[in-house]
């Protein structure tokens, strides 16, 4: 029989709960001994998560934020701007210890890895993607997901976005792109360089579906059995705590 | 202040924001879509970069790194050095 890992299924939080639900699990996952977990999730009110070394005012238009109720939010991983769009996108999170086998103790290909499971899901409702690093999944050369990892309290953290029907016009009303960023790639419309799943295979596309399709290539990659189930009570606690930090305006306009 | 964004080729963008003052670098503010881990290292190094010397900054950031486990990931140090300098135009 497969070992088991921990599903925790489809919670819809706000941004600070979502993100101090994450950091909870790593926290605790060696301190308690918990398995390993799998979070698929979604952001309600929809969200700008920054990473960690972003600079908020320079990556997020805050008053098209304020106007259209979009919520912020900083992360405590790298990696870039992401609109979390309620109606269209799911959000996962893998926690596991940092020696698993499965999972390379280097970075770069520990991220080949974990995108590796997503590949898979997605490959199997006919999305054919493929990692590129650093830290992007593609389909048909546009980001479909964006992924970012932590290490720390002995355990790797991974999020990752997995664009369904995100608006892409909203997305970019308030993500800010460098004209940097824009020059290296050689494409004048941003909104060129991204797609989602629904406009990739043409047709409507349920969050169910996806679901399915992302545990089905989790199990498949860690060769394991995702068993729903629910955060420890130690886990509920800390979320509690570490949601005063997210929500604070010093620790979302940090950098 | 001064800012400036470099898009490290095949890598992420970096930007920094610095102020020199007779031939010091009294402060610099990294930041970016890139990684590093320990994610509060970032911190230590804006620290041991205030007030040294400009033309020492590129072996500090990179002794910065030879010299700890921290890991940068989508950038180097020297693109580090490289984005400062931009953004105090030299």
Known sequence: MSESWRLIDMRVEDAPTQMAIDEAIAYARVKEGNPNTVRLYRWKPSAVSVGYFQSLEKEVDLEACRRMGVDLIRRITGGGAVYHDYNGEITYSLVAPDDDKRIPRDILESYRVICGAIVTGLGGIGVDCEFKPVNDIVAGGRKISGNAQTRRHGVVLQHGTILVDSDIRTMFKVLRVSEAKISDKLIKAVEDRVTNIRRYLGRDISFDEVRQALISGFEGTFYVSLIPGKLTDYEEGLVEEYKKRYSSWEWVNKR | MA???????????????????????????????????????????????????????????????????????????????HVVKLSLGS
């Not at chain 2, 970096?14 to 911190?43: C, N, Q, R, W």
């Open chain 2, 3 to 81: 800012r400036a964004e470099y898009k490290v080729p095949g890598g992420k963008l970096l930007a920094a924001e610095s102020e020199a003052k007779g031939g010091k670098l009294l402060s610099v503010k990294l930041t970016g879509d890139f990684f590093m881990h320990p994610e509060y290292a970032i911190e230590e190094l804006e620290e041991e970069l205030k007030g040294i010397p400009l033309a020492k900054m590129g072996e500090t950031i990179q002794g910065f790194f030879d010299s700890s486990d921290v890991q940068l990931i989508g950038a180097s140090p020297s693109d580090i050095t």
